[in-house]
């Protein structure tokens, strides 16, 4: 659900998740009032509290985890444009034919990471950009073998090996996400500390609805902030792609 349902549809739903929780505390309150009369508040309200407590705890722990992987995410997009300029301007070293025919697929390489963006579907990418990597290891292996001894073709494996390697690192970063098992206990905490507090309200004379539909309102938009970070490719906080933009442009060949 975390995953497939548009993002205003988790908010939508958590909010009346949680309203539908505290109505079933307000009701389960009145009917332990009717069946034990002069039965007071008691210790309800204090367990509220301290289920809410606990339930802001896992909401600050979760909210932590997402933004440290949103950034992560961000500095790799900075990490992989700067490896495939580093690996450009290092190509234009070589020798013809392997200069240009390389230049041209890092190119095209930094062309596909853009267009990359916003795909639900990243396998295509993967393949194209696995593809892109064989041929470029290929020209490596051939200017390898015929100057072994050259200084410039050693620095330029390497950063064609650190832009191998960061494709490999940024595609486990784009798939990983939080456990879902994670987010199911939010709402399970959501729920009792939900229904605590439909069963305090139900000692008062009447219910405060305002505040109570307020606190749905708040804790689902916290909800929805942690599944918008969760979602690497879709929904409002999406990661920068501004610094494979630049490069993007920067490796367009002069026009005549």
Wanted: net charge negative; hydrophobic share 50%; no cysteine.
């Amino acid at each position: 659900m975390f995953d497939t349902l548009p993002i205003w549809a988790i908010y939508g739903l958590t909010v009346l998740f949680t309203l539908a929780s505290i109505e079933l505390g307000y009701w389960l309150g009145k009917r332990w009032q009717r069946s034990a009369p002069g039965e007071k508040e008691g210790g309800v309200g204090a367990l509220a509290g301290a289920t809410l407590g606990l339930l802001a705890f896992l909401l600050a722990f979760t909210v932590s985890i997402a933004l440290n992987r949103y950034d992560t995410r961000r500095q790799l997009v900075v990490s992989e444009a700067n490896a495939i300029g580093t690996t450009y301007l290092r190509a234009g070293y070589l020798d013809e034919p392997h200069r240009q025919e390389v230049q041209d697929l890092l190119r095209a390489y930094a062309n596909l990471r853009v267009a990359a963006v916003g795909l639900s579907d990243l396998t295509e990418v993967a393949a194209k950009s696995e593809e892109i990597h064989t041929a470029l290891w290929t020209h490596a292996e051939t200017l390898a073998r015929a100057q072994p001894e050259s200084e410039m073709i050693g620095l330029f494996i390497v950063s064609l090996n650190d832009l191998i390697d960061l494709h490999t690192i940024r595609a486990t970063a784009v798939t990983t996400q939080l456990p879902s098992s994670l987010l199911v206990l939010l709402y399970v905490v959501t729920f009792l500390a939900m229904v605590l507090v439909g069963m305090q309200s139900s000692f008062g004379s009447r219910q405060n609805v305002l505040a109570l539909v307020l606190l749905a309102l708040v804790f689902a938009a916290v909800m929805l902030l942690v599944v918008d970070l969760n979602r690497s490719q879709e929904g409002v906080l999406n990661v920068s792609q501004q610094a494979m933009i630049d490069l993007q442009r920067q490796l367009q060949p002069p026009t005549p």
